[in-house]
């Protein structure tokens, strides 16, 4: 199955979850994506300073152009700010207009309701983690994709 898309990785220093990079799915690549602010004051996203270049990497990834010919595109994650119009709604936007693929976006359990609302998302497949079994899931994935 030919995959393309992004996840956030999650940065840890002593453990301590400091920040997220942006990962490319298909190659790996990287991009400094969202950090603490040292003092602890309200970022751009929650406690975290947004990295200028990630939402501009994360947006070429998941442009339509990228992703054709892929089977999947994966979208880690859709929260308050897209629900707000920035990051990657605009992306996820395209993406579901076009339909050349299946999208699997991971979204938090409180917010699903909203998502599945503003992007008129019609019987979504939905998959509660971590209550699943990993390889029932992946099943479950992999038939619904390849349908």
Known sequence: MKVGGIYSQKIFENNERTGYDLVEIETQKTEHFLRKNPD?????????KLFPKAVPFGMEILNTKKTKGK????IDEIGPFELSGKGWAKSLEDLLRFRENHVLIVVRESLVEQVIEKWNL????????PDTNPDKTTEQIVNEVTL
């Open 40 to 48: 602890g004051n309200p970022g751009d996203i929650g406690v975290f």
């Open 71 to 74: 089977q999947l595109i994966i």
């Open 122 to 129: 019609e019987n979504p497949l939905i998959i509660k983690f």
